[in-house]
């Protein structure tokens, strides 16, 4: 099965594995699975430890961190002009 996993679950299973629901945690631990990124998730990854100083007990920097993910079993997917089109046509969810 192919997961696209967002940058939330992305830093608990590299942070905090720990936090991760059992089912949701064996889920991303099945090596039968394909487990995506979002290059978006990449950059909202460096931002915030750019800004934040998140992680930096994790990593050394935020090039060790992409390294990293490079090198992980997760695989990055682009953004394409398509995704844009969908994401413009997408309504807002103004519910609280």
Same mark, same amino acid.
């Given at each position: 099965?192919?997961?696209?996993?967002?940058?939330?679950?992305?830093?608990?299973?590299?942070?905090?594995?720990?936090?991760?629901?059992?089912?949701?945690?064996?889920?991303?631990?099945?090596?039968?699975?394909?487990?995506? @990124? $979002? +290059?978006?998730? =990449? /950059?909202?990854?460096?931002?915030?430890?750019?800004? %934040?100083?998140?992680?930096? *007990?994790?990593?050394?920097?935020?090039?060790?961190?992409?390294?990293?993910?490079?090198?992980?079993? @997760? $695989? +990055?997917?682009? =953004? /394409?002009?398509?995704?844009?089109?969908?994401?413009? %046509?997408?309504?807002?969810? *103004?519910?609280?």
């Amino acid at each position: 099965m192919r997961y696209l996993i967002d940058t939330n679950i992305f830093v608990y299973l590299m942070v905090e594995p720990d936090m991760l629901n059992h089912d949701v945690d064996a889920l991303l631990r099945d090596y039968d699975n394909q487990l995506y @990124i $979002s +290059i978006e998730s =990449l /950059k909202e990854l460096v931002v915030a430890y750019r800004n %934040k100083g998140l992680w930096g *007990n994790v990593w050394r920097s935020e090039e060790d961190m992409v390294r990293d993910i490079i090198n992980s079993n @997760i $695989s +990055i997917i682009p =953004l /394409k002009p398509e995704h844009l089109l969908t994401y413009a %046509k997408m309504e807002i969810n *103004n519910e609280q």
